[in-house]
């Protein structure tokens, strides 16, 4: 069966690795065109090959730091005059920094997160929105967190950057009613990428002991979820799912095979 999406033209922001990279590859085999936002030029270069290659749709890529305002805008007015207002915009880029203490924190991690997941969320979603809106259709999809309704020792910034992406995906959908464009929050538990390698700052066995023992989600699973969600019809607004891994039941509890 063709997917709804089919020749729609998506935007997926930290298509680079994870859970953005695995969304680029779903929707790509779904047969919708993709612009592809992060930082690493290269990766996204390789990846777009693949993607086109194997699924024949056209992608585009933009080397975009989501907190630099002037750079979002502006990559987003060169690709909407060059291939029209995208149908779809999955803002997925974000990143936790640390772990420490409130009273102990690097002050840095806390710009790094409020900047990525909140403002540059909002940088991007300002940027297409409006277009959006005017030709009265489109889909967003605010990859949040369940760090968005529980949080856990040393997550307290991360996870106030992801309430307040459940904040905004729930405001903007109030400020949509009436309009024709719909936005969802994805809010995953324990998922398998870099994301403990970026927050631990490259240590591996910090990073792995996160996964120990259970079978996490992979990005492919999320990227399922978001498929369901995009496919929808325009009369229905998936507005708001929490996946887990089975061994998941909720921030605190995760159960571990210990042998
Ligand atoms: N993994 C989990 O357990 C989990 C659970 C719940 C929610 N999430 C959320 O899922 C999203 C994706 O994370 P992931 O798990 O896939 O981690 P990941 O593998 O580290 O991927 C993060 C992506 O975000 C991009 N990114 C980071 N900062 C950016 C910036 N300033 N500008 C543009 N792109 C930026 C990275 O690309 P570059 O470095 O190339 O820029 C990369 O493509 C994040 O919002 C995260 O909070 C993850």
Excluded at 40 to 67: H, K, M, Y
Excluded at 187 to 209: I, M, N, Q, W
Aim: glycine content about 12%; proline content about 3%.
């Amino acid at each position: 069966m063709t997917a709804r999406i089919a020749g729609q033209l998506a935007i997926v922001t930290g298509a680079s690795s994870g859970i953005g990279e695995a969304i680029a590859r779903r929707l790509g085999s779904e047969g919708t065109n993709l612009v592809l936002w992060a930082r690493r030029g290269e990766r996204l270069a390789c990846l777009a090959e693949e993607i086109a290659d194997q699924s024949g749709v056209s992608v585009d890529t933009g080397v975009v730091d989501v907190r630099d305002r002037e750079a979002v805008q502006g990559e987003a007015a060169r690709l909407m005059s060059e291939l029209g207002t995208p149908d779809i915009l999955v803002n997925n880029a974000g990143l936790a920094a640390g772990m420490a203490p409130v009273h102990d924190a690097d002050v840095d991690d806390w710009d790094r997160m409020i900047d990525t997941n909140v403002k540059g969320l909002l940088h991007v979603t300002r940027a297409f929105l409006p277009a959006m809106v005017e030709r009265d259709s489109g889909q967003v999809v605010n990859i949040g967190s369940i760090t968005g309704r529980q949080v856990y020792p040393g997550s307290t910034v991360y996870a106030a950057s992801k309430y307040a992406v459940q904040a905004i995906t729930e405001g903007t959908n109030l400020d949509l009613l009436g309009t024709g464009v719909r936005v969802s929050g994805v809010h995953p538990g324990l998922v398998e990428t870099e994301f403990s390698l970026v927050r631990f700052k490259g240590d591996e066995d910090r990073a792995g002991a996160v996964y120990k023992g259970i079978e996490p989600l992979t990005g492919a699973d999320v990227a399922d979820v978001v498929s369901y969600v995009l496919n929808a019809p325009p009369r229905i607004n998936v507005a708001d799912v929490v996946v887990f891994a089975k061994a998941q039941g909720s921030v605190h509890h995760i159960l571990r095979d210990e042998g």
